[in-house]
């Protein structure tokens, strides 16, 4: 069983969004061409889904700017600017990606107090979203994931199914994904390595390779 998870494809990822990552939109034609491909039994998406005051906001905190770094739950934090927050348009899923082409969606980042990158579980690694049980319950033996940003939810979420899909073969495909900082995005695809993650491409996986 060969499953596809697409992480935050959202439009505020992308150009014009509330904290894009520089050319975060085409991953979109990338994505599709994987969704339309029969390659992957299952298609998964995530979605950022904060509630307007969330505490990774640098908008909750006094005398903090986005992208300083603060303290949330007694954790260091990076402050983001508001974003994907629940019922606005910056949250949707970016409106050229074949969405009908997706079998389930899987919301993140509702609880105030703690920050959620992964698509699995919370970045205290204490509460679970449920992807993994879903997963499971669906018979997955591959997952290939990909999305925005590499360096950080795409990451998080892949060494998370590392960690809580045991014998679950996990790749990661460069080309269909956009990082944050390049010095980020290559410790990312070291540490991802690392922990016994492939890194493949979106042309490798169309022509069989």
Known sequence: MKALLLIDIQNG???????????GDQVVPLANALIDSGKYDLVVASQDWHPEDHGSFASTHADKNPFDMGVLSGKPQMLWPDHCVQGTDDAELHPDLNIDGIHF???????????????????????HTGLADYLRSQGVTELDIC???????????????????????????????????????????????????????????????
């Not at 990822?13 to 050319?23: Q, T, Y």
């Not at 105030?112 to 970045?123: K, M, T």
């Not at 892949?158 to 014998?167: E, F, H, K, S, T």
């Open 147 to 209: 999305g925005l940003a590499t360096d950080y939810c795409v990451k998080f979420s892949a060494l998370d199914a590392v960690d809580m899909l045991p014998g679950v073969k996990v790749r990661f495909i460069e080309d269909a994904s956009r990082g944050i900082d390049p010095v980020g995005v290559t410790a990312a695809m070291e540490e991802m390595v690392s922990r016994g993650i492939d890194i493949t491409s979106s042309r490798a996986i169309l022509a069989g390779w």
């Open 105 to 127: 969606i899987q919301q993140k980042g509702q609880k105030q107090h703690i920050d959620s990158y992964s698509a699995f579980r919370d970045n205290d690694q204490e509460a």
């Open 13 to 23: 990822f992308c150009p014009g969004g509330n904290l894009a990552v520089p050319e």
